[in-house]
């Protein structure tokens, strides 16, 4: 079984070492934490110098890696060598050899981005005995507001639930750009406030209060055609702080959600927060009121339509005519009639 984030945190905090972290996944950041905590931590400063070194996969190979592991640490009890962008080193199932039979002294970290360790069984499997094996996967959107609010918490300030979820609709589910964005958020907290609002992040990413992505979905959950073409003028005007890619993204998001919600046993608003698995029961009421303007056909309809407007979007289907306005103009037409 691999590790979870938590768990190898935990044993480094500890300096419970081993001798080999092997991490993996389509999410860069809990690989980044972890690399970077090692990096920091484990050794003292004056220790640095001669027991820790960095590598790169482009510009290594296998014998180089293992040669840096098998030397000793000088005047410190460990020696620390990271890889990063270790997808990049050829054969490094040639690793397998060393992790027969690691140097208790080393602790070798394997930094393997956006993609997983499927085809090195053997190597994944020795590290789960002799070391950490992590999978860093996506984070489901429906897990964002918990990770932020949990990382609010342990800066110890607080968030309103619709400034997290704000946060989280605004920027998706780039947990490196997640985590930049709420550290400007902390920042811009006034002296002697204990938590983070709705209007702070609304202010601080940029939004139009009346004019947003947001208010977009609303009226089209509403079926608002005025103050969805309103909207879509405000977008028009200013296109580069609105690119279509975001709010198609956003909207492929809800109908899809909405699809599911249809399956609910129960249409209530405990019953749908708890089969599409919100935190908070208020982010069940869009769908509520969903159900209500758009039947479950009408919804399958919607979301190919959507997948036709990402196409256009990116000059598929013939469109090089159209603007991302005449896109989003097309789209909202065929959704709301």
């Known amino acids: 079984m691999a590790a979870t984030y938590e768990q190898i945190i935990e044993s480094l905090r500890k300096k419970d070492y081993k001798p080999v972290y092997l991490l993996t996944g389509e999410e860069p950041y809990f ?13 003292t ?4 110098g001669f027991n820790q070194t960095v590598l790169y996969g482009l510009d290594v190979d296998v014998s180089t890696i293992v040669n840096t592991a098998k030397r000793y640490p000088l005047m410190s009890k460990y020696q620390v060598v990271i890889v990063k962008e270790a997808q990049n080193v050829k054969n490094l199932d040639e690793l397998v050899y060393y992790f027969e039979k690691p140097l208790n002294s ?35 959107d429906n897990k964002l507001p918990d990770f932020v609010t949990k990382a609010v918490k342990s800066k110890g300030l607080n968030i309103e639930v619709k400034a997290t979820q704000l946060l989280v609709d605004s920027v998706g589910s780039d947990l490196n750009r997640l985590m930049s964005e709420l550290n400007k958020l902390v920042l ?60 198609l993204a956003l909207l492929f998001g809800f109908f899809s959600n909405l699809m599911v919600a249809y399956y609910a046993p129960q249409k209530t608003k405990q019953g749908i927060t708890a089969y ?31 997948r036709e407007a990402d196409a256009l979007s990116k000059g598929f ?19 709301i009639h």
């Open 317 to 335: 289907g013939g469109a090089s005519s159209l603007t991302n306005a005449d896109i989003l103009r097309e789209l909202i037409y065929y959704i």
């Open 276 to 306: 599409l698995g919100f935190s908070n029961e208020w982010q069940s009421l869009d769908y509520i009121k969903a159900m209500q303007n758009y039947s479950g056909v009408k919804v399958m309809k919607i979301i190919s339509k959507l």
């Open 31 to 43: 690989i980044d934490q972890i690399s970077d905590y090692i990096e920091k931590n484990v050794l």
């Open 188 to 247: 811009s907290v006034p002296t002697g406030k204990k938590g983070i609002t709705f209007e702070q992040v609304e202010e601080n990413i940029g939004l139009s209060k009346e004019f947003n992505v947001f208010e977009f979905k609303n009226a089209i959950i509403n079926k608002d055609v005025f103050k969805a073409n309103q909207i879509i003028n405000y977008f028009e005007s200013n296109p580069k702080a609105n690119p279509i890619q975001p709010t």
């Open 106 to 140: 080393t602790i070798l970290v394997i930094c393997y981005k956006n993609g997983t360790l499927g085809k090195y069984r053997k190597m994944t499997s020795l590290c789960e005995h002799i070391g950490y094996l992590l999978v860093s996967n996506k984070m489901r």
């Open 45 to 48: 400063d004056d220790e640095k």
